[in-house]
């Protein structure tokens, strides 16, 4: 792999001090770097480099940097996640780019998720969100076996494609509107799915949208951006059951 | 003082019963008077915050990530151990218990263990009834996968996305405890130090990496629920904030620190590509099931190799040293975790490596050859799509590298029976203590053990601790001890910040990790250990000297959160290599190069170092105190371990 050739590049990196500060792009080159890094240790060598000129380094999100936890976000060339398929920005690789490219870099842009500091953005949202409905009302113990309500095997698949959401809000980030729909029906939609979340579906339906929109998320008008950013490929077939479990509740209101 | 372990009196298999029978419960209209406080939202913290709000305690959660969901449980692939017997392959408490005291080279405490495998059963139940959805049969039942280190199939799984998918049931258990105000939930905040008033834990000092405001709160108990210290090899599998620095100060505070040497390196990661590596991927042991591991026979082939000039699919089979087979005909390539790394680093340092001379091929060529690629990629195509991703490298059609890499650590914070510390009111859950995987993990353990800390043990323990603690008034976290710890933390901070000088906190990281990885790696000898403590006491001078922080320490600032770790791991480290020093034989995840038998193969001494090594931290220029826990075997009988 060492024989590729090394890529130098120019960083238009959005800038922000704090959450009140306006912002602005700024621009910076980097030499000499791998096809095989990652992403994001092309940022820890941009890091690396403006502390050694004595400069703050780019504050972002990152943290397992394999692709599940969620942490990492950054709107790279108008991309959610950057311009490779089915992955987070930390498993995009710079062998996706050549060398002399302008890369632009963004944090997420969403009322919903304003930005704390240069590309970090705060989506404690979501964490509102799940906590009106986000779960199957049980407490610690007192549970049935786990094997005493069988589940059908196609039932499982569909929950577990549901669950595989990781909350990095991409979704929101690459909507017109700024709507959590994904994110929400994918949970609304998991726990539908199993006999253990269905008995409070309507409930959660309910609660989990009005809170949605209480945090400023905009609504969904089926442009499917979501689906095509989300790096877990987090199905729109999932808002089409939300809407289905909201409209039956609503309508036994 | 001693080490009292505290285990219950009574047969291994009542004693937990009897435990629970006799201990002391809180009222519920009491419950609601006393607070907790949970650092970490993993599997171990996320769960015990979640139960103990359910029970009507008042509990803080910390967690420095910008939501519990993002804690590193979430990276575990494989699956969850438990002793169901749902396949009626003969398992059971005791077998579960059994497999994991061996698979740890006899070195954990046997009733720990067991209370592990008891609750086990409870775990999967627990999960289910929270909505995880874990791979089921077409009948609706729950299947089970097998793994290393046991004859029966007792591995529950969810995809290749098991601890994601109990780190969200965790999670979604926690929100709800949040909407009802039972848990408070402090996110993107640090822990800085531990509160101790007249010899028990009273609560912590935090940062909010916001803001930079220190603050300090006041609990009738503190739980430290906050992963292992993998990370101070810089290179590992570990996300990029874990760390051990809320340990490493509970350490300093008086709690002890236990067989900090044992740190398990896993097989299979994905090698090293550069120097401006930041971590390593794991690809899930099951993969061992069907790959088989190889180098090549002839020295000329891997210099060839390594020079571009030969493509690892035109060597014939026969030039090809299947290793592993070789040494361990009886396991072959499912020879446990340590036993596989330490064969690799073998191969590699004897100048057989590919790649940069450190890897090693994986192999699916026969798979593909017996079962057919759509049977391969039924198996394993998730994880050969990830590598692929990572590497541009085509999986089926030419062979995996692979490398070990720094993955788990068995040791941690000392604690009893009842997960406490040596500091009272200070307990320990999940990776963060040492207590049951002695000197090994085995594959599919460490889900299990953290959410048996937070779901099954914590809740039971932590209440017979303040059943004692009902007349303890909160306390004013402005005056007094608490002020003081304020006081010192804010002192750390601007010590940091001030040292002004010309290099990153990462060129000390890297620095650091390389000695760790050198010496106090996968194999380490008496000249190489000394040689780390005093290369470690140098580099953690020159960071004192000459770490630069830009920005300030009163606003979001990622490198003093970085600097603020990496000052503790420099610590940390040297504890290491004085354990590995002092620990004269080779066990689990511990080798000594002069403790191996004439075939090269890992020989334990129980006569002399069957006890747990705790370590009592003595002040900064003087040296830590070693206290020995005897560990006694009363159920299993200690053999050497064998897969030839």
Redesign the interface.
Known sequence: ???KQSLNLTLKVWRQ??PKDKGQFETYSVSNI?P???F???M??L??Q???E????V?F???????????CSLYINGHAHGP?ED?TTC?L?M?KFKTGDTITIEPWRSAGFPV??DL?V???A??KI???G????????G?????A?????AA??E??DA??C??CGACVASCKNGSAMLFVSAKVS??AL?P??RIEAARRAKNMVAKMDELGFGNCTNTAACEAQCPKNVSIANIARLNREFLCAKLKD | MALENRIPEGQLAQKWQNYKNHQKLVNPANKRKLDVIVVGSGLAGG?AA??LG?LGFNVKCFAY????????S??AQGGINAA?N?QNDGDSVFRLFYDTVKGGDYRAREANVYRLAEVSN?I????????V??????????DNRSFGGAQVSRTFY??G?TG??LL?GA???L??Q??KGTVK?F?RTEMMDIVVIDGKCRGIVSRNL?TGEIEAHFGHAVVIATGGYGNVYFLS?N???SNGSAAWKAYKKGAYFANPCYVQIHPTCIPV??E????L??MSESLRNDGRIWAPKRKEDAEAIRA?KLKPENIADEDRDFYLERRYPAFGNLVPRDVASRAAKERCDAGYGV?SGEAVYLDFKYAIERLGRDVVEARYGNLFQ?YE????QNPYETPMMIYPAIHYTMGGIWVDYELQTTIPGLFAAGEANFSDHGANRLGASALMQGLADG??VL?YTLQNYLAGELHTPRMNVAEGEFAKVVGDVNAHVAKLMNVKG?K?V?YFHKKLGKVMWEKVGMARNEAGLKEAIEEIVAIRKEFWADV?I??SAN??N??LEKANRVADFLELGELMARDALIREESCGGHFREEHQTEEGEAKRDDANFAYVGAWEYKGENAEPELHKEPLVFEECKLVQRNYK
């Open positions: 792999m060492s024989e001090k704090s791998s095989d890094s990652s994001l240790e092309m820890d060598v890091n690396e403006l502390i050694t004595g400069k703050e380094p504050a999100d990152h943290d397992c940097r394999e692709g599940i936890c969620g942490m490779d992955v498993q690789h062998r704390i500091k970090i705060d989506r404690r979501f964490d799940m906590a009106v986000g779960f199957v009302s049980v407490n610690t113990g549970v049935p076996d786990g094997n309500i069988p589940i059908s095997k499982a698949d929950a577990m669950a595989s990781i909350g998991q726990l199993l253990q979340g | 769960a979640a139960s359910e990530q910008d939501s519990p969901r993002r804690a590193h979430i990276a169901k749902y409870s999967i139940d627990q999960c289910v009834a929270q909505g959805p874990f791979a089921r049969d077409y009948g609706g039942l729950l969810a995809k996305q994601q998918q969200l999670y979604s258990a929100s709800r949040i909407g939930m996110t916001v599998t996300a990029m904030g590509h550069g401006f590596q930041s971590k991927t794991l571009g790649e990830m991703k990572i590497t541009d779901y099954f809740p010309k990153s990462d630069r830009p920005g606003e979001m990622t490198e």
